[in-house]
């Protein structure tokens, strides 16, 4: 028994200082190569690079430093660039994310002896002498030296030596198996937080509201604690799925994620759009750089004389048809919206990630004024897009319920007056959208109409310029 303690001893000896020979290898942005940059619209970005590093024959420990800082360290996998040949294996992963901070250094010198540097005011002369850390609770710090018990020490703390886990910033370490010597290319991937992309457009209308240039703008931020340089970016449109289980950790769904990882290191030689899975993936055709707590625009596409189209809408409620109203709504707003399609034929056709659309009109001056917004979701080819702008300003309407009357317990017929006044200098057409729930038929009308779904009715009513148009229908609904 005796024996096999000794050597147990012997062998946790020799692993040890196996241990400390090891060659550690520091790698740090200095040695980056190229780098990919994929951001995600959910806060998330995939990361890839390849730096220069010199391999020793056998084991070593490499040190990548320069990552992010909201790194998710279970979703990186390193290995080597295409087409390159792999010439080594990873046996060991970690992340090392002790930093180094003046608070951390004194947990870590609970019980141990330091340096405590006292400075006359009056003469300048320092004075040292040995203390023993006994607390840090609140970063009020307690000493025993030999005079007995002290805390808020009025000099400076003096530390012998950095303890070896420290890193000053956080670093990926891998031990790596390396079949042969020399210089090599290695690729990191990785997954972090703090980064994230949004589209935002600008609609400019002509003087008649029939033709707009279109133009389509990447607002991209960076909060990931790292910049970088000279880098390749991609952008994905999509809604990728994110795993959460319970706890403070994530795990991410890498297929998506993985496979944007392994398409070719460099971009063709600004933005070209593919799909990719069920995504969009649009590629900067540049370089960039992404630097740390920093919002950058970039241009995503253009587009000019995009045939648009300006409609009136005076909108309804379902809830209107089934009960029997007090009086009359007086001066009604008529919603204004733009719309267009996202077709080649009309000089688009890329598809559209979600965003806001801000639309400019020119005034008699000729500048540029701010008339409405409107947000869109992702938005594919072939695709009409419509903006809600605001309320038209000349244009206002009455509703006046001129009949109701109780069926049964599920069934009324109710009769309907709605007035619609145009004070502007042009004849406009407004559509009146009728929204009914259940069981519908329109007896009589006015005016022509049709169903544009199975609960929603809608008139298109031609008012000329100065004057009053009056809607009038009759119509039966039941559940």
């Not at 992010?68 to 792999?86: F, L, N, S």
């Not at 042969?180 to 008649?208: C, F, H, K």
């Not at 309407?397 to 009769?415: C, K, N, P, V």
């Not at 502007?424 to 729930?437: A, F, H, Q, S």
């Amino acid at each position: 028994m005796r024996t096999t303690w000794m050597t147990a001893g012997l062998l946790l000896a020799a692993s040890a200082a196996a241990a400390q020979e090891r060659p550690r290898i520091e790698v740090g942005a200095e040695a980056r190569r190229a780098v990919n940059v994929t951001v995600y619209n959910a806060d998330l970005a995939l990361v890839r690079e390849v730096r220069e590093v010199e391999l020793p024959r056998g084991t070593a420990a490499l040190r990548w430093q320069d990552v992010a800082a909201q790194i998710r360290p279970e979703t990186v996998h390193v290995g080597a660039p295409r087409p390159e040949t792999p010439s080594f294996t990873v046996l060991e992963q970690n992340y090392k994310y002790d930093l180094l901070t003046p608070s951390r250094m004194m947990e870590l010198y609970l019980e141990r002896e330091l340096q405590l540097v006292t400075v006359n005011e009056r003469t300048g002369a320092e004075r040292t002498e040995a203390a023993t850390l006994l607390s840090t609770e609140g970063n009020q710090y307690v000493y025993r030296t030999e005079q007995g018990i002290t805390f808020n020490h009025p000099g400076r703390v003096v530390l012998p030596e950095v303890p070896p886990n420290f890193v000053q910033r956080p670093t990926l370490e891998w031990l790596l198996e390396s079949r042969q010597p020399g210089r090599r290319p290695v690729e990191a991937a990785y997954i972090t937080g703090g980064m994230g992309w949004n589209a935002d457009y600008v609609l400019v209308l002509s003087a008649d509201d029939a033709e707009a240039d279109f133009t389509g703008w990447v607002t991209l931020r960076n909060n990931s604690g790292i910049g970088f340089t000279d880098a390749a970016l991609q952008l994905v449109a999509g809604t990728v799925h994110v795993v959460s289980p319970p706890g403070d950790d994530y795990s991410y769904e890498m297929q998506a994620l993985y496979r944007a990882a392994m398409l070719p290191m460099e971009p063709p030689a600004q933005f070209v759009e593919e799909g990719m899975f069920e995504y969009h993936l649009y590629t900067l055709q540049r370089r960039t750089d992404l630097a740390d707590r920093e919002q950058k625009q970039i241009e995503l596409l253009g587009a000019e004389n995009v045939a648009v189209q300006k409609k009136f809408r005076l909108e309804g409620y379902a809830s209107w048809f089934t009960s029997e109203m007090g009086g009359p709504l007086e001066d009604l707003p008529v919603d204004v919206w733009v719309e267009f399609q996202n077709s080649e034929q009309n000089g688009m056709g890329m598809p559209l990630p979600a965003g806001v659309i801000r639309v400019y009109k020119a005034d008699s001056s000729g500048a540029q004024q701010f008339i409405g917004e409107d947000r869109i979701l992702h938005t594919p080819r072939e695709e009409r897009i419509k903006l809600r702008l605001g309320q038209a300003f000349d244009v206002r309407a009455d509703r006046r319920q001129t009949d109701f009357e109780i069926l049964s317990s599920t069934l009324w017929e109710s009769a309907w007056e709605i007035k619609i006044r145009n004070h502007k200098d042009e004849t406009i057409t407004v559509e009146l959208r009728e929204p009914m729930g259940g069981d519908w038929e329109v007896l009589s009308s006015s005016h022509e109409w049709f169903k544009e779904t199975s609960s929603l009715a809608v008139f298109k009513v031609p008012v000329r310029a100065g004057e009053e148009a009056v809607v009038t229908y009759r119509v039966r609904s039941g559940y």
